[in-house]
């Protein structure tokens, strides 16, 4: 027996069906999934400058003094560094007594009698035997080193004041602590080694008139990154007594050796061994 639906409910069920479809078409659609942002890269490590080299030398001769060591890879391993001496403060710089000007790490400037010139000369140091921190480790064919003269102070510049020679009978020459040794790991190339050449640059007069004196000495500026020894750590040092602070080199590569003018910080030569 066949049942017929009124047309009341026929149009109801009509309408509903049609809501229904409605509905769905208004549904809104799903989030699209954000797109992967890959992580920013990090910034890079300042290059270290004289006070920061100091600071890690400081680090280090303090562990060294404690007999402690610091655990894990060493950050400063491939640092990019800046380092500036300056020298020649107060005049010319005369060798060490018993002591030869030749190959000792020291930059200095001479002044012929000639009156005309000023010779600014760096002969790195033949450390292959062993440095102030020790004997020479293995894995180097060449270890030649600069030192870092008044490690005590953090300022890239002359001394503001002027030596009075008068006031107090000359002081002993005070022990040097902190040096910077160009590496090279064996089997590398020979080519551009800096540590195996000596560095000179002539200030020469205009004119008639005698060369001025530099009124704030030169600077040397070293540049590279700074190279772990065999243990992995950039700076090793070496306790010789407990009553004076121990005795420290950074290991570094070295890709750019220059002077400078101590009061206007211009280039007078620069040298890329690497």
Same mark, same amino acid.
């Given at each position: 027996m066949a049942f017929e639906i009124n047309a009341p409910l026929r149009t109801a069920a009509i309408l509903f069906s049609a809501g229904v479809l409605v509905a769905g078409c208004d549904r809104? #659609?799903?989030?699209a999934a954000a797109p992967e942002v890959p992580a920013a890269p990090a910034p890079p490590s300042p290059t270290l400058d004289?006070? +920061?080299?100091? =600071?890690a030398i400081d680090a280090a001769a303090s562990d060294a003094a404690a007999g402690v060591a610091r655990p894990g890879p060493d950050p400063l391993v491939g640092r *990019? /560094?800046?380092?500036? !001496? #300056? /020298?020649?403060?107060f005049g010319p710089q005369a060798p060490t007594p018993g002591e030869s000007a030749d190959r000792d790490g020291?930059?200095? %400037? +001479? =002044?012929?009698?000639?009156?005309?010139?000023?010779? !600014? *000369?760096?002969?790195? #140091?033949? %450390? +292959? =035997?062993?440095d102030v921190s020790g004997p020479a480790p293995d894995g180097f064919d060449t270890l030649s080193g600069v030192w870092i003269n008044q490690p005590w102070m953090r300022s890239e510049a002359c001394p503001a004041w002027s030596v009075q020679e008068a006031e107090a009978p000359e002081a002993p020459r005070p022990a040097r602590v902190a040096a910077l040794v160009m590496v090279r790991p064996s089997g590398a190339s020979r080519v551009g080694r800096s540590g195996d050449q000596t560095f000179t640059h002539v200030v020469r007069t205009q004119g008639e008139a005698p060369v001025a004196r530099p009124a704030l000495g030169y600077r040397?500026?070293?540049?590279g990154r700074l190279a772990g020894w065999a243990d992995g750590r950039v700076i090793r040092c070496r306790v010789v007594t407990p009553e004076r602070p121990p005795a420290c080199a950074v290991g570094a590569t070295v890709d750019r050796v220059a002077f400078e003018d101590g009061a206007t910080g211009a280039i007078l030569s620069e040298w890329r061994p690497g």
């Open positions: 809104p #659609a799903e989030p004289r006070g +920061s080299i100091l =600071a *990019t /560094f800046s380092l500036r !001496l #300056a /020298f020649g403060c020291t930059p200095r %400037w +001479s =002044a012929p009698d000639d009156g005309r010139t000023i010779r !600014l *000369t760096l002969s790195p #140091a033949d %450390w +292959s =035997a062993g040397l500026v070293l540049e």
